[in-house]
C-alpha cells in the first residue's frame, strides 16, 4: 500500500533532501511538496496524507499555526 507523505518547507533544498532520502528507502511512497503553510495546509485537505513533515519556521503560516488549523 502506497503511503501519502507531505511535504512542507519554505526551503527547496530541504524539500529535495528529504525526498532524495525517502525516495532511496525503496519504500512505496507518494510524495507531495508545499512551499509555504498556506499550501500545505490546502494540499493537507485536499488529500488524505499519513504524514506531514513540515518546518516550523516558515513565513506567512509557520509550522505551528498550520498543525492547529489542522
Known amino acids: 500500500m502506497t503511503k501519502k507523505i507531505l511535504l512542507v518547507d519554505d ?9 532524495v532520502y525517502l525516495t532511496l ?3 512505496s511512497l507518494e510524495l507531495l511538496d508545499a ?6 495546509l490546502r494540499l493537507a ?3 488524505s ?4 513533515l513540515l518546518d516550523v519556521n516558515m ?3 509557520d509550522g505551528f ?3 492547529r488549523a489542522l
Open 45 to 47: 485537505r485536499l488529500m
Open 11 to 19: 526551503s527547496a533544498t530541504v524539500r529535495s533532501v528529504i525526498r
Open 65 to 67: 499555526e498550520l498543525c
Open 25 to 27: 528507502t525503496g519504500r
Open 49 to 52: 496524507v499519513d504524514l506531514i
Open 35 to 40: 512551499e509555504d503553510g498556506e499550501r500545505g
Open 59 to 61: 513565513s506567512w503560516i
